[in-house]
């Protein structure tokens, strides 16, 4: 898995602007209950969240991540349940809150995935439970085009542990992209591609609505829009 190389620096691409977005809304919408974080990464809101009282299921596609979340939960001596898991894939249990940070939506290939995934989690969820997820805006996914970065540009930076240069050209759909690191480690370089797309806000309001969601919030940031949307327990 891609994301297995990138577990151990991934903390480097952390927005904490974002983060603290989820745990205010996840505070704000839900009372204490049973949390489940797909695509949780190295695990800060999956351990903030049982640290806070929540029952917490943290899933990944990346056991490497999953190991860093395991190790993190006992240096923090909290419980938390970890798992492989696919939103593609339905679930036999039912939580209160479910959540979706940092692009995991984008991640997606097509907005037929994106129905398919909804509908699992809508399916997951208990009676007026919520889900809380972003999704990249066409904007930012268009403007990333050409977007060059190293990370040891800085002479300072010589002694780290790694070094990465990251491209990312624009992919064969409408409003995706394609993200090309190359990872120099140990004296070895290996390289990693990781596709993402987005779509129009209305595309993903018309899924959650045919799904059987009802939007309770949007809030917009600079990059991105967070959904908190709510299991309806009669919808119509």
């Known amino acids: ?46 351990i903030e969240f049982a640290k806070r009282g929540y029952e917490v299921v943290a899933t990944d ?35 209160d809150v479910i959540i979706a940070s940092m692009d ?3 991640h997606l290939s097509d907005l037929e995935d994106a129905e398919f995934g909804f509908t699992n989690i809508y399916n997951s969820l208990s009676d007026n439970g919520v889900f809380i997820f972003d999704i990249l805006s066409v904007e930012f996914i268009d403007a990333f085009d050409g977007y060059v970065e190293d990370d040891d540009d800085d002479d300072d930076d010589d002694d780290d542990e790694y070094h ?7 992919g064969d759909k409408e ?7 190359t990872i120099n480690l140990d004296e070895k370089s290996e390289e990693v591609k990781i596709y993402e797309q987005t779509h129009e806000v209305n ?15 949007k809030k917009d ?16």
């Open 1 to 46: 898995m891609e994301y297995d190389l990138l577990a151990t620096f991934y903390d480097s691409f952390i927005d904490e602007v974002v983060y603290q977005e989820y745990l205010d809304l996840v505070s704000k919408y839900s009372s204490l209950g049973s949390l489940l974080d797909i695509g949780c990464g190295t695990g800060h809101l999956a």
């Open 175 to 181: 409003h995706s992209i394609v993200h090309t690191i």
């Open 203 to 217: 595309a993903y309001e018309e899924i959650l609505s045919k799904v059987g969601f009802k939007i309770i919030e």
């Open 164 to 170: 990465f240069h990251w491209e990312s050209h624009k």
């Open 61 to 95: 596609l990346s056991e490497e991540m999953l190991n860093i979340v395991d190790y993190r939960a006992k240096e923090e001596d909290v419980d938390i349940e970890i798992g492989i898991y696919d939103m593609l894939d339905p679930l036999d249990f039912k939580f």
């Open 104 to 106: 995991v939506i984008n």
């Open 221 to 236: 940031l600079p990059e991105r829009t967070i959904f908190v949307v709510q299991k309806q327990e009669n919808p119509e």
